[in-house]
Nanobody, 123 residues
Framework: QVQLVESGGGLVQAGGSLRLSCVAS????????MAWFRQAPGKEREFVVA????????YYADSVKGRFTISRDNAKNTVYLQMNSLKPEDTAVYYC????????????????WGQGTQVTVSS
């Protein structure tokens, strides 16, 4: 079983930045592909970005390309989401997710989920 704990959410003005963190435990971190999803009020959860086990490949949703950056530190069992140029439409609960490395990191069928962290962008 994998436990994921997100942090770093908050309230920020449009154009500002936030960095989210997600710490994993329960399984060797470098055996996991990692991703971030988000869910806005009244909307379905949507994919944001994913990264492979050693960070060699990433995959971004078009809506965040050029503004968000995913990274990971396997020594710290942590994946990060740097969010720049934030927009009000980025307001959502952001979830960290994980799946074994041998599963396709680009598909949305992640096995483990964190509790989420709220990001609110004011206009």
């Amino acid at each position: 079983q994998v436990q994921l704990v997100e942090s770093g959410g908050g309230l920020v003005q449009a154009g500002g930045s936030l960095r989210l963190s997600c710490v994993a435990s329960g399984r060797t971190f470098s055996s996991l592909n990692m991703a971030w999803f988000r869910q806005a009020p009244g909307k379905e959860r949507e994919f944001v970005v994913a990264i492979t086990r050693f960070g060699s490949s990433t995959y971004y949703a078009d809506s965040v390309k050029g503004r968000f950056t995913i990274s990971r530190d396997n020594a710290k069992n942590t994946v990060y989401l740097q969010m720049n140029s934030l927009k009000p439409e980025d307001t959502a609960v952001y979830y960290c997710a994980a799946k074994p490395y041998y599963n396709n990191y680009r598909t949305n069928d992640y096995d483990y989920w964190g509790q989420g962290t709220q990001v609110t962008v004011s206009s």
